[in-house]
């Protein structure tokens, strides 16, 4: 069995693999040499599907067949260009109770301690109630097909999963500031998502006759209009009143009672939020918009016949794709701009709070991190479980890890860590959620 020091050991070893999403294979194949060297029990007991690419797939035969559990994660890094690293960030170097690395915190932590927790059941001689799988794309990071080849096997095999469980929210530990207690961000839903094209067309020419209201001056105007006013109407949704109740239970005292008394008031908070807090309050409380890309002519001399700016939507779930679209077109009309709209879909249906998946995955949090409170976590951004959601009974976005709010900025960013005591919380985590769960 794995001391502290073996965990550090099998961990440095997943992280000295630059598994970069899209690198090459010969990346992804060291890795799961390391995956075979380090987790001894899994390879010689649990069947292993490759899905083509570098996709992953173990089963773990349980007792039972009607309700398995799928755990998932994903193999590849985002790079580390750029930064300043204290280290070299494929080195896993250990400093002060910390390992840095790329993919230390996303995702290699849910990783390796969702397969070093079967790996230690099967060492105790366990045999789960129900079939467990362990899901690994190569490709999360650039949006890849990954996940959906992991979810068409489930089809083929004519699998449906009980629970669905991936990165997504971790245990934030309390700042002192405004939290007093750690808490376990589950997420609990996903936005929706949509890329939007505004074409603006025009007859052209040299720029040293230029005419008025060329296709970039009315991109511009439209861009300007989006930004100063409020496209999307704002409204109290079902995860955001979860998640803003459940704060309140890890908020210093002042703070509690404005916080329960915010989620009780709905719409009014809903209208407010946005206003006082851009960053939380707006993605929180509707669908928002922001334009990423844009393209004009293909020389500086030239007026542009065509030219366009990229707008990326997040879909509140209050909201759906066809109506931002269609408020994003009517305003381009004005305009005289077009839409077309490219990779979208909606928001993720809400996890049942009251059904079993939920259930015993907190009750595990609970036996697991007594000291911590549980706080149903509104996603903004997405996960490969969107995919897997769709032939599950319930999708849980969540790594019960602890994390310090800078460790959390340390994710696609210089010097990402994680605590080693986090990693052995957080595989004991799991084997208590497999031991236990039925
Ligand atoms: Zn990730």
Not at 23 to 51: N, Q
Not at 243 to 257: E, F, Q, S, Y
Not at 270 to 276: D, S
Not at 375 to 388: A, E, L, N, S
Request: with cysteine; aromatic share 8%; hydrophobic share 40%.
């Amino acid at each position: 069995m794995k001391d502290n020091s073996g965990y550090v050991a099998s961990f440095s070893k997943l992280i000295q693999c630059p598994t970069v999403t899209d690198s090459g294979h010969e990346y992804f194949e060291a890795f799961h040499k390391a995956l075979d060297e380090e987790f001894p029990h899994v390879a010689a007991t649990c069947s292993k599907m490759e899905l083509g690419r570098d996709v992953l797939l173990y089963k773990w035969a349980g007792k039972h067949s009607d309700r398995p559990v799928v755990l998932m994660a994903h193999q590849d890094v985002v790079p580390a260009v750029g930064g300043d690293w204290i280290c070299d960030p494929f080195s896993a170097t250990v400093k002060d109770g910390k390992i840095y690395g790329r993919g230390t915190i996303d995702c290699k932590n849910t990783l390796f301690c969702t397969i070093q927790a079967v790996d230690e059941l099967i060492a105790e001689g366990v045999t789960p109630e129900q079939d467990i799988y362990l899901s690994y794309s190569d490709c999360e990071e650039n949006s890849g097909p990954g996940a959906e080849m992991a979810r068409d096997w489930f089809k083929a095999h004519g699998v449906k999963p009980n629970v669905v469980i991936d990165e997504g929210g971790a245990i934030v530990r309390k700042d002192g500031k405004y939290m007093v207690k750690d808490g376990a961000m589950v997420g609990i839903i996903e936005k929706g998502y949509a890329d939007v094209r505004i074409i603006a067309r025009g007859k052209g020419g040299h720029s040293s006759q230029p005419p008025k209201n060329t296709p970039i001056a009315r991109l511009a105007a439209f861009v300007n209009y989006v930004e100063t006013h409020n496209v999307f109407k704002p409204g109290m949704s079902a995860p955001a009143k979860a998640m803003i109740l459940g704060l309140a239970d890890v908020l210093k005292p002042g703070l509690k009672g404005i916080a329960k008394l915010a989620g009780h008031m709905g719409s009014l908070t809903a209208h407010i939020m946005p206003k006082l807090n851009a960053h939380y309050g707006a993605p929180m409380f509707k669908s928002t918009v922001v334009f990423t890309m844009c393209d004009g002519a293909t020389a500086p001399n030239v007026i542009p016949q065509e030219a366009w700016v990229n707008a990326n939507v997040r879909v509140s779930p209050l909201d759906s794709v066809e109506k931002c679209v269609a408020k994003l077109e009517k305003i381009a009309k004005k305009f005289d701009c077009e839409v077309q709209l490219g990779n979208n879909r909606e928001a993720s249906p809400m996890a049942d709070l009251s059904g079993d998946g939920y259930t015993q995955f907190v009750a595990a949090i609970k036996k697991t991190y007594p000291d911590v409170e549980v706080v149903p976590y509104y996603m903004f951004g997405g996960t490969d479980c969107r995919t897997m959601q769709e032939i599950a009974v319930t999708a849980i976005r969540c790594t019960p890890c602890r994390l310090s709010s800078e460790q959390l900025g340390g994710m696609h960013a210089a010097n990402e860590n994680i605590d080693i005591t986090s990693l052995e919380e957080t595989v004991n985590f799991f084997k208590t959620f497999l031991r236990e769960y039925n």
